[in-house]
């Protein structure tokens, strides 16, 4: 890969992990979700992880809703459901049946930016369109994981259902 390329695709990743902090900040969890009041919030990487240390180093030492943010790299299967926030890469893309069915009736946000992440049973799908990173969020499957997404959020997405 040119060495223009790899930048360019570092850049974009550090955009996405922003998005995935600002999930955590406009997305609200069941209670349950959590084993007490000062439990992490769970971002979770499943599959070849795009971010590299970009992840680690915008979420490290910060909080979204009173709670400190860790990121832990998972393989599909391995603690799924322990996440809050999943992101799911497109080496993934063969096993998404596997990973929804590995999540559901967790309240788990699924986020990727692989292409028809949505129609493959994706909450939130990144999108990039003229070189800005814009997202598609499906509210039917965010309700059905009994997450609640702020209008805010909404206002800057299209909205699926």
Known sequence: MPANQFAQSAGEYEIKAA??????????????????????LVVGIVGNDPFGSAIDRLLSGKSANGRPLVVKRLSVGAGL??????????????????????????????????????????VIQLTREANKVGMVINTDLAERSRLRISSKLLSLAKVVR
């Not at 600002?22 to 959590?34: Q, T």
């Open 81 to 122: 459901k322990s996440c809050h926030i999943l992101f799911i890469a497109s080496s993934e893309s063969g096993r998404m049946a596997q990973i929804n069915g590995a999540v559901r009736g967790a309240s788990v946000l699924t986020v990727g930016d692989m292409e028809s992440f949505i129609q493959f049973g994706g």
């Open 19 to 40: 998005f995935l902090y600002n999930f955590a900040k406009f997305v609200d969890w069941p209670a349950e979700s959590f084993t007490d009041a000062g439990a992490p």
